[in-house]
């Protein structure tokens, strides 16, 4: 059984920081593409950064200089680095892989950017 647990959401100041953890089982992790999104009220879920197997990163251009997304696998646990934030950037946030020909979604954590 796969499962995605995400954590490190909360209420920020715009210029903070915030660093979220996704912690998976039932996966290879160490073979696994590890992603994470995120969904803002009365949006499409997007994409914000994605690191492959190996290590590669791929981020949004709304989060380049500020995100960092990096891996454990020791710990089966992806993480989101969320440094300046910025009103825009409040929404939940998801973490996603794929496995077994399917994709797998985290419960989401909630971050909220606001004075």
């Known amino acids: 059984q796969v499962q995605l647990v995400e954590s490190g959401g909360g209420l920020v100041q715009p210029g903070g920081s915030l660093r979220l953890s996704c912690a998976a089982s039932g996966i290879i992790f160490s073979s696994n593409a590890m992603g994470w999104y995120r969904q803002a009220p009365g949006k499409e879920r997007e994409l914000v950064a994605t690191t492959t197997s190996g290590g590669s990163t791929n981020y949004a251009d709304s989060v380049k200089g500020r995100f960092t997304i990096s891996r454990d696998n020791a710990k089966n646990t992806v993480y989101l680095q969320m440094n300046s934030l910025k009103l825009e950037d409040t929404a939940v946030y998801y973490c996603?892989?794929?496995?077994?020909?399917?994709?797998?979604w985290g419960q989401g954590t909630q971050v909220t950017v606001s004075s």
């Open positions: 996603n892989t794929q496995a077994y020909g399917l994709a797998f």
